[in-house]
T-cell receptor, first 114, second 115 residues
Framework: SAVISQKPSRDICQRGTSLTIQCQVD?????MFWYRQQPGQSLTLIAT?????????ESGFVIDKFPISRPNLTFSTLTVSNMSPEDSSIYLC???????????FGPGTRLTVT | AQKITQTQPGMFVQEKEAVTLDCTYD???????LFWYKQPSSGEMIFLIY??????QNATEGRYSLNFQKARKSANLVISASQLGDSAMYFC????????????FGAGTRLTVKP
């Protein structure tokens, strides 16, 4: 199994500022996924991060707003830029396991923008 | 494009009773996997059960079973002998193709177990 940690676990930020969320995995993985979960909603995929290449963003998410880094096979960051209250969400990173039925999620970062 | 539908925003069940949470999906990929996750108020995503599109038998994991009806494209979760600790959000999810592909989620069902 993969163990995922995220930092920070939660934060309260002012509008207009940026926050970088870190995701650390205890094993090497090819793909890492970033999800957003707005209050009371489901998980929505923001982007897929493949080591050594640009992240692939889903419709409605752009690199200028959510830049992602993937410097190695165990680490990724997601930055939420120029935040507004609508960015208040839980942000989760996720990685697949070695078996097809395995998918692991980090504990999430609870972001509140005031 | 894949699509997951959960039509029950909320469900109530009496403790020790069984409950079925509905999930339908749509995909044109013959190879896919269906997942159910539990999300308690703490926010963590807890994996419950998995069904592969080529699996002949319905998946079971303890009190959880998946009623997989491929022709109807449904993958309902059955929780037997409900416990108070089962109260949580439940998400159905699907992943097409290989395990390096992304996973898409349904809207979720909030289950409340009554004592």
């Amino acid at each position: 199994s993969a163990v995922i940690s995220q930092k920070p676990s939660r934060d309260i930020c002012q509008r207009g500022t940026s926050l970088t969320i870190q995701c650390q995995v205890d094993s090497q993985v090819t793909m890492m996924f970033w999800y957003r979960q707005q209050p009371g909603q489901s998980l929505t995929l923001i982007a897929t991060a493949n080591q050594g290449s640009e992240a692939t963003y889903e419709s409605g998410f752009v690199i200028d707003k959510f830049p992602i880094s993937r410097p190695n096979l165990t680490f990724s960051t997601l930055t939420v830029s120029n935040m507004s209250p609508e960015d208040s969400s839980i942000y989760l990173c996720s990685v697949p396991g070695s078996r097809y039925y395995e998918q692991y999620f980090g504990p999430g970062t609870r972001l509140t923008v005031t | 494009a894949q699509k997951i539908t959960q039509t029950q925003p909320g469900m109530f069940v009496q403790e020790k009773e069984a409950v079925t949470l509905d999930c339908t999906y749509d995909t044109s990929d013959p190879s896919y996997g269906l997942f159910w996750y539990k999300q308690p108020s703490s926010g963590e995503m807890i994996f419950l059960i998995y069904q592969g599109s080529y699996d002949q038998q319905n998946a079971t994991e303890g009190r959880y079973s998946l009623n997989f009806q491929k022709a109807r494209k449904s993958a309902n979760l059955v929780i037997s002998a409900s416990q108070l600790g089962d109260s949580a959000m439940y998400f159905c999810a699907m992943r097409e193709g290989g395990n390096n592909n992304d996973m898409r989620f349904g809207a979720g069902t909030r289950l409340t177990v009554k004592p």
